[in-house]
């Protein structure tokens, strides 16, 4: 009998009751799969391969001259607050499937909902998957992406932190010994491949 794999969440600080969730590949897609909005799915799908913030996510929306078909470029002042900048500038690596999902975004009409919109919407399509919404939130794919490609790419740490605009200190405490199996591993593949 196969036993089904526990959430993982990270705490953002060792005290906190705040928990953020970061996905299994197979929960991904059963979340995914559950969308029934075409923007809505582009727009998982953009946060999820670009590893962006939500809020550089929508500055992007209003500024896609930030992508130049390859790489997104993110400066000091775009989308992030001073306490987060880690460096002047970064920029964005996306494999082949995230410059698809970066063309289809900025092909959207429709924005991005409100922080809180996209949490109900996250909890809502989760619960229709049957999965435990424990820590969905619009962080969760940013934490999910950058933990796939830490557990797929450790030899890459140094481009993963550089594209996410993190410290070493930062990804080590968040990012690395996440209980990913290795079937998770196998099926993050159709995800990352081509990465780097």
Known sequence: MRVKPSPITKKAKPNSKIVTRILRPGEYKSIENEI???????????????????????????????????????????????????????????????????????????????????????????????????????????????SWLMYYFPDKAIQIIMSQGHTGEIALKHYLNMPFTDNDKREMEQYVSGWI
């Open 36 to 146: 029934l909005k075409m923007h809505h799915r582009v727009m998982l799908q953009a946060l999820l391969y670009t590893g962006m913030r939500y809020i550089e996510l929508k500055r992007l929306q209003q500024n896609p001259k930030w992508f130049d078909g390859e790489f997104i470029k993110i400066e000091v002042g775009q989308g992030v607050k001073k306490h987060q900048i880690r460096m002047n500038e970064r920029y964005v690596r996306l494999n082949p499937l995230g410059k698809m999902a970066v063309m289809n975004f900025l092909g959207l009409k429709e924005d991005l909902p409100s922080n809180q919109t996209w949490r109900e919407n996250m909890i809502r399509w989760a619960e229709s998957a049957n999965i435990d919404p424990i820590g969905l939130c619009p962080k969760t794919t940013r934490k999910t992406w950058e």
